[in-house]
């Protein structure tokens, strides 16, 4: 019997097989936001490590982007730290940031449609 579109997915991206049975796999695409990001990349200065594939990384402010106005500050200081922190993230590691000021800001699970093109 052949196998599934999953198990073909699967074992194209294999890196190899861990000794406790589990499966380390290449991920192609990284997506990253700003509401859980800060505490990757805070884990990645703790440990000296870089971003390995900016290229293949991409962020984009999603879940704050507040309604009324996109001028800066913005009034809710969250946002604005969360927003602040994506920024100084995104330079400090070099993934591209898809903001407002792009005008290609998104929904992060919409992005892999642009990620064939680099950013502005």
């Known amino acids: ?22 499966t380390q796999l ?9 509401v859980t ?3 990757a990349f805070d884990d990645l ?7 390995r594939f900016t290229h293949r990384t991409f962020a984009t402010v999603d879940h704050i982007v507040p309604t009324s106005s996109l001028a800066r500050p913005f009034q809710d200081t969250m ?9 100084r993230n995104c330079r400090d590691f ?5 903001d407002h000021s792009t005008g290609r800001q998104g929904i992060v699970h919409v992005i892999p449609s642009l990620a064939s093109r680099s950013p502005a």
Do not use: C, N
């Open 1 to 22: 019997m052949g196998q599934t579109l999953l198990q073909k997915v699967w074992d194209l991206h294999t890196v190899r097989r861990l000794p406790t049975g589990q």
């Open 26 to 34: 290449f991920i192609g695409l990284h997506l990253v936001h700003e």
């Open 37 to 39: 990001s800060p505490q």
């Open 45 to 51: 200065r703790r440990r000296d490590w870089p971003v």
């Open 79 to 87: 946002a604005e730290a969360m927003m602040s922190a994506l920024e």
């Open 94 to 98: 070099g993934v591209p940031l898809y």
